[in-house]
């Protein structure tokens, strides 16, 4: 948080930045709209980060005569945003960091016309957990919703199968209440929900934050908001038809994670080890195809691709996308 010059924390933080070109724009000319959701592993980010800043975005998009609106926003992560546990499953406050974005996409919806932008042109955008929420966007309440709140997406790094496992009664999800609950005196109260309300947000956040297993605090199948494990959905079919999509991966973003690993490691069952460690959820079969398929090297790089800043924004200002995906 220093890195980033965040200096407090609070409960209120859940807005919008709208960025739009400096000069009028025409009353029947509405710009198209692109709506950015970091990353961060579901346990981190805010809008106001500086890889978030998109008022060069919007800068360069008038200087290819392609003007466009840019929103960042918040939605609460970590313990905050994906509260686990059947206490919570029971009342209702799983997932709400997705609920928080899905809010945040109704204002859009409904208000911003009032700043040049067209409703009926609004492009999700998001990498690593950005995109996965994006996943979760598309396969809500079952993919029945009809209220139509973006048109295309941009998915960079990551796939809608994450997530598959994670449930409120998952172990990951009920060791981190547990610990909570400990930690804050609250494990023997008669309702744990309001015990933990009372807690003060400083103390809540320290405590929540040393807990490091990813999967403790991620999306979870509540039944609701997510239904069903996102493949079963998608293969279901259980989707809108009417949301173009454009898929793929940053450049050599495997350092992101061999930086973190022992890089002295020789043989393939120990490459094995490293990456069942970082990835807790993934099926064998996975991990061990694409090591047969040298999709992961020693250098950590999973994958590439290659989004430009003309591509994506020619993609923007059209009503659909192309769906393509680059292979590593």
Avoid at 78 to 91: C, Q, R
Avoid at 97 to 119: M, T, Y
Avoid at 208 to 217: E, G, M
Avoid at 229 to 246: H, K
Wanted: some cysteine; glycine content about 10%; proline content about 4%.
């Amino acid at each position: 948080m220093k890195a980033t010059n965040v200096t407090g924390k609070s409960a209120e933080c859940l807005n919008l930045n709208i960025i739009r070109p400096s000069q009028k724009v025409p009353q029947t000319k509405k710009l198209p709209v692109a709506v950015w959701l970091y990353g961060g592993a579901f346990g981190d980010g805010f809008g106001a980060d500086l890889n978030s800043n998109y008022s060069w975005f919007v800068q360069e998009s008038v200087a290819q005569n392609m003007p466009l609106i840019a929103i960042t926003l918040n939605y609460r992560v970590g313990f905050l945003g994906f509260l686990g546990g059947e206490a919570a499953a029971a009342a209702g406050i799983t997932n709400l960091g997705l609920k928080d974005q899905r809010q945040a996409l109704r204002w859009i919806r409904e208000n911003i016309a009032a700043f040049g932008g067209d409703p009926n042109r609004v492009t999700l955008w998001g990498q690593s957990a950005g995109a996965q929420s994006i996943a979760c966007q598309l396969i809500a309440y079952g993919g029945k919703t009809k209220e139509k709140l973006f048109h295309q997406a941009i998915m960079v790094s990551s796939c809608v199968g994450m997530g598959n496992t994670v449930r409120p009664a998952s172990n990951a999800s009920v060791e981190g209440y547990n610990h909570i609950l400990n930690t804050t005196n609250c494990l023997g109260a008669k309702d744990t929900i309001d015990c933990l309300r009372k807690v003060p947000l400083d103390a809540l956040w320290k405590v929540a934050s040393s807990i490091r297993t990813l999967a403790t605090w991620w999306p979870t199948i509540d039944g609701d908001f997510v239904p069903k494990p996102p493949t079963e959905s998608l293969l279901a079919g259980s989707f809108p038809r009417d949301v173009s999509i454009l898929a793929g991966t940053n450049s050599d973003e495997g350092f992101a994670y061999s930086s973190l690993l022992n890089p002295g490691f020789d043989t393939e069952e120990e490459l094995y080890a490293l990456l069942r460690a970082r990835f807790v959820t993934a099926r064998n079969e996975s991990l061990r195809g694409s090591r047969a398929t040298g999709r992961i090297t020693h250098t950590g790089s999973i994958g590439r691709g290659i989004m430009s800043f003309t591509g994506i924004t020619r993609q923007l200002g059209r009503g659909t996308l192309t769906r393509h995906c680059r292979r590593p």
